[in-house]
């Protein structure tokens, strides 16, 4: 990419200075048609989620959201009233939902993102990475210093459910009001079946290390995604392109090495299964998330993919770095940018002929 890149530069740097000689360019030559680049915005979106078909929602750096109500057509950015960076979304329905960011930021609407009240997590001095909510009342959020708060109001309240440690929490999820899992730094899983008044940590035989030396050595891979598709079957992912899954309950595991770069977000709807991540690294399952299959050229951008969301086996999107937002309506087989910057834009591709002698 970067040869293409570079040799593009060259090809036109070349052409205007042969214009500049009189070297045989005519005005027709030296037009050049700059490519239609969509954007919703430039910043960087950190999470993206559809609860309704139809209304879907972003939020990322500098406090931006923006909501569409027509499939991903037209966007209207919400006031969040903060500028800090936001980094999940959770809705429950297409009035309720929660949004969570640094220095203990929880944003509440129930006017489907028209006004946004910030609710106090007395966390400011902490980051919620992730939120999970069952229904209007019960939801969790997670973050640094093995943060795990919990509210059982709507968010009216929120409390402490772990002693303050040196670690990070990246990823919550729940299934209902009882069953949550949540995955950390340096392979931390912990599962509650009580709503989160105890964790117990689980250790997949892939993750155990007989001594300290061997955990220096050999250290476990923190981990950055979870889902869990009902209490048995669940998939964790991060670092080492590692992909774990349950089918359970979190009894065994099995290591799905995939090959590839790291792994921020997964999730599985029926038979298919998506999982992104860094330099654009794109992964598609066929069959319930047992087998992968890279997808280098499905989403043409080499730019951080942070969140993958589906509402239904067809109907996706994708977001990450530089105001990414793309949607699949065919299980993730082909894409479509609704915003940010593809290496495939018509306008930057280089002459056929051209091309043909930089792959030579």
């Not at 500028?83 to 959770?90: A, E, F, K, M, S």
């Amino acid at each position: 990419m970067v040869l293409r890149c570079r040799t593009f530069i060259i090809a036109v740097v070349v052409a205007a200075i042969g214009c500049s000689l009189g070297v045989g360019c005519s005005k027709a030559k030296r037009k050049f048609s700059v490519p239609k680049i969509n954007m919703i915005t430039s910043e960087y979106v950190m999470a993206v989620e559809e609860p309704v078909d139809g209304h879907v929602w972003i939020v990322g750096d500098y406090g931006m959201i923006y909501n569409s109500k027509d499939g991903g057509e037209n966007w209207t950015e919400q006031k969040s009233g903060t500028i800090n960076l936001l980094c999940d979304v959770d809705f429950v329905d297409e009035k309720t939902g929660w949004v969570s960011g640094i220095k203990g930021t929880m944003l509440h609407t129930t006017d489907g993102g028209a006004t946004w009240e910030q609710q106090e997590t007395n966390t400011k001095e902490h980051h919620l990475l992730s939120i999970s909510f069952v229904d209007k009342e019960y939801g969790w959020a997670v973050g640094d210093y093995t943060t795990i708060m919990h509210t059982t109001d709507g968010g009216k309240t929120w409390k402490r459910q772990t002693e303050e440690q040196d670690s990070i929490y990246s990823k919550v999820f729940f299934i209902d009001r009882e069953h949550g899992w949540l995955v950390g730094e340096r392979g931390q899983i912990l599962q509650t079946k009580d709503g989160g008044v105890t964790w117990n940590v689980v250790m997949p035989e892939f993750f155990k290390r007989e001594t300290i030396e061997e955990e220096y050595e050999n250290p476990r891979p923190s981990l950055f995604g979870i889902y869990f598709s009902d209490r048995d079957h669940g998939w964790l992912c991060g670092l080492d392109s590692t992909i774990l899954h349950t089918a359970d309950g979190g009894e065994s595991w099995k290591v799905l090495n995939t090959g590839t770069d790291i792994l921020y977000n997964i999730i599985v709807k029926g038979d298919r299964g998506w999982a992104i991540g860094s330099q654009g690294t794109y992964l598609l399952s066929r069959d319930g998330g047992i087998t992968w299959e890279k997808l280098g050229e499905a989403i043409k951008s080499k730019l951080t993919f942070s969140n993958v969301y589906f509402n239904t086996p067809e109907k996706g999107w994708i977001v990450g770095a530089s105001g990414t937002v793309v949607h699949s309506k065919d299980g993730g087989e082909t894409w479509k940018f609704y915003s940010g910057l593809s290496y495939e834009f018509e306008g930057m591709k280089m002459p056929e002929g051209l091309e043909k002698r930089v792959i030579e």
